[in-house]
Nanobody
Framework: QLVESGGGLVQAGGSLRLSCAAS????????MGWFRQAPGKERESVAA????????YAADSVKGRFTIFRDNAKNTVWLQMNSLKPEDTAVYYC?????????????????WGQGTQVTVSS
């Protein structure tokens, strides 16, 4: 089970940190990803991190602004979002997958959280 938290309303230029807590064992076996979906739009990749945390990937739209990191001892992955823009407004989901290379492709992820709303006002 994946449970996201940390969403909310923030002004443009502000920051938020999203958390995703995972239940179960062997959290380090799973690559983790953050994705988002705005109303009327398709689900979009945001960032991904390998099971060890040694490799991270970010979509071009968030590079330099968002950072993904994890603590396997706490079964938690975070998404630090800085310099937020109104176009970052969306429901943010975390997801997990096991096996194969770390990927930003949402179709490769097996387990999904319920999502947390992020709204950035201009």
């Amino acid at each position: 089970q994946l449970v996201e938290s940390g969403g909310g309303l923030v002004q443009a230029g502000g920051s938020l940190r999203l958390s995703c807590a995972a239940s179960g064992r062997a959290f380090s076996w799973y690559d983790m990803g953050w994705f988002r979906q705005a109303p009327g739009k398709e689900r979009e990749s945001v960032a991904a991190i390998s099971g060890s945390g040694g490799s991270t990937y970010a979509a071009d739209s968030v590079k330099g602004r968002f950072t993904i990191f994890r603590d396997n001892a706490k079964n938690t992955v975070w998404l630090q979002m800085n310099s937020l823009k109104p176009e970052d407004t969306a429901v943010y989901y975390c997801a997990a997958r096991r096996g194969g290379p770390t990927t930003l492709n949402p179709n490769m992820y097996d387990y999904w959280g319920q999502g947390t709303q992020v709204t950035v006002s201009s």
